[in-house]
C-alpha cells in the first residue's frame, strides 16, 4: 500500500499541471496589484487626451468632406466637437464612482481554483491575440488589424491580472463559503471584472480610434472625391464604437449598481435558512424559560397562600 502511493506520488509530480501551477504562482510577482492600478490611470489620461484629439480630427475630416459636396458634414463635425468634450466629463466622473463600487462591495469565494484557471485561459487568450496581431496585420499588410490584435492582447492580460489579484476586486478566499454564496462570488467576479476593465476599454479605444482618425486624415489627402467620401464613410463607422467607449464608464456604473441589488435580494433568500436554523434554539430556550418563570412565580403564590393561613386556621 505505501508503495503504491509513492508511486501516485512520482507520477503526480511528473504532471504537466505541475509545471504549469508553477508558472501561475510566478506570474502575481509580475502582474502585481500596484502596478496594474498604474498602468490603467496612465491607459486613462492618455484615452482622455486621445478622446479630445478624435475630437478635432472629426471635425477636420468633417470639414474636407464638406469641401467635396457634402454640406451637411459641416453640421456632424461641429456636432461630434461639441459631443466628445461633454461625454468626457461624464467619463471623468464615473470613472472613480466605479472603481469605488467595486472596492466597496466584498464578496467571497471558497477556492482559488476558479481564480487561477481564469487566469491561465486569460493568458492564453493573450498570447494567441498577440501572435494574431503580428501575423495577419503582416499578412493582410493592415496596421488597423495589428492594433485591433494589441488591443484585444491589452484586455485579456488585463483579466489575468485582476483574476490573480483578488483584491483588486474585492474577492476574499473563505474555505467555509457555501455553494450559493460560491454562485455569486462567480457572477460577482465576472460584473467586478468587467467594470474594471473599462478604463482600460475606454483609454485603449480611443487610442486606437486616434490612431486610425490619423490614418484616414492623411490618407484623404490628394486622393479624388470617391476616395474622401470611402474615407469619410470609414470614420463614420468607427464613429459609434468610440461614443460607445466614452459612455462606457456611465454605463458599467448603471449596470453594476442594478446587479448588485439584484445580488442583495439573492443574499437574503440565501441567508433565511440560516436564520430559521438560528431561530429554534432561541425560541426553544424562550419557551423554557417562560416556563421555568411561571413555575417560579406558583411556587412563590402558593408560598405566599400559605404564609397568610394563621394557627387556628384549619
Same mark, same amino acid.
Not at 229 to 258: D, G, H, K, Q, T
Given at each position: 500500500m505505501a508503495e503504491?502511493?509513492?508511486?501516485?506520488?512520482?507520477?503526480?509530480?511528473?504532471?504537466?499541471?505541475d509545471r504549469v501551477g508553477e508558472l501561475i504562482d510566478s506570474v502575481p510577482g509580475v502582474l502585481k496589484a500596484q502596478?496594474?492600478?498604474?498602468?490603467?490611470?496612465?491607459?486613462?489620461?492618455?484615452g482622455h487626451w486621445s478622446l479630445l484629439l478624435v475630437a478635432v480630427l472629426g471635425l477636420v475630416i468633417e470639414l474636407i468632406a464638406a469641401m467635396a459636396g457634402n454640406g451637411s458634414a459641416v453640421l456632424w463635425g461641429v456636432g461630434w466637437l461639441v459631443a466628445l468634450p461633454l461625454l468626457q466629463y461624464t467619463a471623468v466622473q464615473?470613472?472613480?464612482?466605479?472603481?469605488?463600487?467595486?472596492?466597496?462591495?466584498?464578496?467571497?469565494?471558497?477556492?482559488?481554483?476558479f481564480l487561477r484557471c481564469y487566469a491561465l485561459v486569460a493568458l492564453v487568450v493573450a498570447i494567441l491575440a498577440l501572435v494574431g496581431a503580428i501575423g495577419w496585420g503582416?499578412?493582410?499588410?493592415?496596421?488597423?488589424i495589428f492594433l485591433f490584435g494589441l488591443a484585444l492582447t491589452a484586455l485579456a492580460l488585463a483579466t489575468a491580472w485582476l483574476a490573480l489579484n483578488p483584491d483588486l476586486l474585492s474577492i476574499r478566499v473563505d474555505r467555509q463559503s457555501t455553494a450559493g454564496e460560491d454562485a455569486l462570488g462567480v457572477l460577482s467576479f465576472f460584473v467586478k471584472t468587467g467594470v474594471r476593465l473599462v478604463p482600460i476599454f475606454y483609454g485603449v479605444t480611443l487610442i486606437v480610434g486616434a490612431v486610425q482618425a490619423v490614418i484616414i486624415l492623411l490618407g484623404m489627402i490628394g486622393?479624388?472625391?470617391?476616395?474622401?467620401?470611402?474615407?469619410?464613410?470609414?470614420a463614420e463607422l468607427s464613429a459609434p464604437i468610440l461614443l460607445w467607449a466614452a459612455l462606457s464608464p456611465f454605463l458599467a456604473y448603471i449596470?453594476?449598481?442594478?446587479?448588485?441589488?439584484?445580488?442583495?435580494?439573492?443574499?437574503?433568500?440565501?441567508?433565511?435558512?440560516?436564520?430559521?436554523?438560528?431561530?429554534?434554539? /432561541?425560541?426553544?430556550?424562550?419557551?423554557?424559560? =417562560? &416556563? %421555568? /418563570?411561571?413555575?417560579?412565580?406558583?411556587?412563590? =403564590? &402558593? %408560598?405566599?397562600?400559605t404564609g397568610s393561613r394563621g394557627p387556628g386556621d384549619g
Amino acid at each position: 500500500m505505501a508503495e503504491n502511493q509513492s508511486n501516485k506520488a512520482s507520477l503526480s509530480s511528473t504532471l504537466v499541471a505541475d509545471r504549469v501551477g508553477e508558472l501561475i504562482d510566478s506570474v502575481p510577482g509580475v502582474l502585481k496589484a500596484q502596478r496594474f492600478d498604474d498602468i490603467v490611470d496612465r491607459v486613462t489620461t492618455a484615452g482622455h487626451w486621445s478622446l479630445l484629439l478624435v475630437a478635432v480630427l472629426g471635425l477636420v475630416i468633417e470639414l474636407i468632406a464638406a469641401m467635396a459636396g457634402n454640406g451637411s458634414a459641416v453640421l456632424w463635425g461641429v456636432g461630434w466637437l461639441v459631443a466628445l468634450p461633454l461625454l468626457q466629463y461624464t467619463a471623468v466622473q464615473f470613472l472613480g464612482a466605479t472603481r469605488s463600487l467595486v472596492t466597496s462591495n466584498r464578496t467571497t469565494l471558497g477556492s482559488e481554483a476558479f481564480l487561477r484557471c481564469y487566469a491561465l485561459v486569460a493568458l492564453v487568450v493573450a498570447i494567441l491575440a498577440l501572435v494574431g496581431a503580428i501575423g495577419w496585420g503582416l499578412d493582410a499588410g493592415s496596421f488597423q488589424i495589428f492594433l485591433f490584435g494589441l488591443a484585444l492582447t491589452a484586455l485579456a492580460l488585463a483579466t489575468a491580472w485582476l483574476a490573480l489579484n483578488p483584491d483588486l476586486l474585492s474577492i476574499r478566499v473563505d474555505r467555509q463559503s457555501t455553494a450559493g454564496e460560491d454562485a455569486l462570488g462567480v457572477l460577482s467576479f465576472f460584473v467586478k471584472t468587467g467594470v474594471r476593465l473599462v478604463p482600460i476599454f475606454y483609454g485603449v479605444t480611443l487610442i486606437v480610434g486616434a490612431v486610425q482618425a490619423v490614418i484616414i486624415l492623411l490618407g484623404m489627402i490628394g486622393d479624388s472625391q470617391a476616395e474622401l467620401i470611402n474615407a469619410v464613410m470609414r470614420a463614420e463607422l468607427s464613429a459609434p464604437i468610440l461614443l460607445w467607449a466614452a459612455l462606457s464608464p456611465f454605463l458599467a456604473y448603471i449596470a453594476f449598481i442594478f446587479y448588485f441589488l439584484v445580488i442583495d435580494l439573492m443574499r437574503g433568500i440565501l441567508s433565511i435558512p440560516g436564520a430559521m436554523a438560528g431561530d429554534r434554539p /432561541g425560541s426553544a430556550r424562550t419557551n423554557a424559560g =417562560s &416556563s %421555568a /418563570g411561571r413555575k417560579t412565580s406558583s411556587k412563590k =403564590s &402558593s %408560598a405566599k397562600k400559605t404564609g397568610s393561613r394563621g394557627p387556628g386556621d384549619g
